[in-house]
Nanobody, 129 residues
Framework: QVQLVESGGGLVQTGGSLRLSCAAS????????MGWFRQAPGKEREFVAA????????SDADSVKGRFTISRDNAKNTVYLQMNSLKPEDTAVYYC??????????????????????WGQGTQVTVSS
């Protein structure tokens, strides 16, 4: 079983920054593709960013391009989401996800939340205006 715990959320002003962390259990973390998704009230859970098992390939949503950066440290079993230039529309619960049954990472497929089979509990990000 894979357990994911997000942290780093909070309240920030427009234009500010936050760094989310996702700590994962499991000895095979380094083989999992990882992703970040977010969900605002009344909306579907949407793709934010993803990173392949090695960290060499990433993808991100058009809405966060140039502002958010996903990264990982396999030695620490942790994936990060650096969020800069935050906007009120970024307000959502952010979820970390792991794909344990997906072999070859592609940027297009990484946008599909069904590719990920383990999810964290989420961390709230609120951007004030």
């Amino acid at each position: 079983q894979v357990q994911l715990v997000e942290s780093g959320g909070g309240l920030v002003q427009t234009g500010g920054s936050l760094r989310l962390s996702c700590a994962a259990s499991g000895r095979t973390f380094s083989r999992y593709h990882m992703g970040w998704f977010r969900q605002a009230p009344g909306k579907e859970r949407e793709f934010v960013a993803a990173i392949n098992w090695s960290g060499g390939v990433t993808s991100d949503a058009d809405s966060v391009k140039g502002r958010f950066t996903i990264s990982r440290d396999n030695a620490k079993n942790t994936v990060y989401l650096q969020m800069n230039s935050l906007k009120p529309e970024d307000t959502a619960v952010y979820y970390c996800a792991a794909a344990t049954r997906w072999s070859t990472f592609t940027t297009a497929q990484s946008m599909d939340r069904n590719r990920f089979d383990y999810w964290g509990q989420g961390t709230q990000v609120t951007v004030s205006s």
